[in-house]
Structure formats: C-alpha cells, structure tokens
C-alpha cells in the first residue's frame, strides 16, 4: 500500500514563503515523475511543478521564478519551496506521484492535501 503525506502548509503573509513536503512510503520500486497541484475553492485543481526521475522539471506560469521544486530519490520525497507568496497562492496543495509498487506497473498516486493560506 502506498500512502503520501503531505506537510508544510500553513498561514503566510504576502511576500513570505513556505516549504511544502511530501513523502511517499509503501513497497516502492521506483518513482518515474512527482508534482505538485493546487485547488482553490470555486476552482478546478491545476498543476503547479513537476519533476522527474531525471530531475526535469516544469511549472505553470503562475509560479514560474517564485515557487522551486526538488526531490530527494533516498527520501522519496518531493519539495515545494514557495517564496514571494501572493494571495492568489491560497489553496489546498496536493502531492502527486507517478510509481511503482512492487509488483504492480506504474500508477498515479495522490496526497490529501495541505493548506496554505496566503494572507494580511
């Protein structure tokens, strides 16, 4: 059984920053790609950083230059370092992950979520 956990959300001025987690555990044999989504109330979830095995990464324009995403493969962990944070930014951040649990094939994986909160 895999199971993903998010960490690291919480209430952040404007212009501050914050740093999201997210392990994976379970009988993992390897982790292809792993991202990060967010859902605003009213809205549809959309994503906000990928990366991959080999450590390419891609972000919605939104975030470009601002939010950074990393992994560390011994961890199986994912991060999300989100600075100049801007009210807009206020969501409900989900962990995704595209792995394999022995003995099964590749399959999509997702986290509950955390909430960030961006705001005066």
């Known amino acids: 059984q895999v199971q993903l956990v998010e960490s690291g959300g919480g209430l952040v001025q404007p212009g501050g920053s914050l740093r999201l987690s997210c392990a994976a555990s379970g009988s993992i044999v390897s982790i292809y790609t792993m991202g990060w989504y967010r859902q605003a109330p009213g809205k549809q979830r959309e994503l906000v950083a990928t990366?991959?095995?080999?450590?390419?990464?891609n972000y919605a324009d939104s975030v470009k230059g601002r939010f950074t995403i990393s992994r560390d493969n011994a961890k199986n962990t994912v991060y999300l370092q989100m600075n100049s944070l801007k009210p807009e930014d206020t969501a409900v951040y989900y962990c995704?992950?595209?792995?394999?649990?022995?003995?099964?094939?590749?399959?999509?994986?997702w986290g509950r979520g955390t909430q960030v909160t961006v705001s005066s």
């Open positions: 990366i991959t095995s080999g450590r390419n990464t």
């Open positions: 995704n992950a595209d792995l394999i649990v022995f003995p099964s094939v590749p399959h999509d994986y």
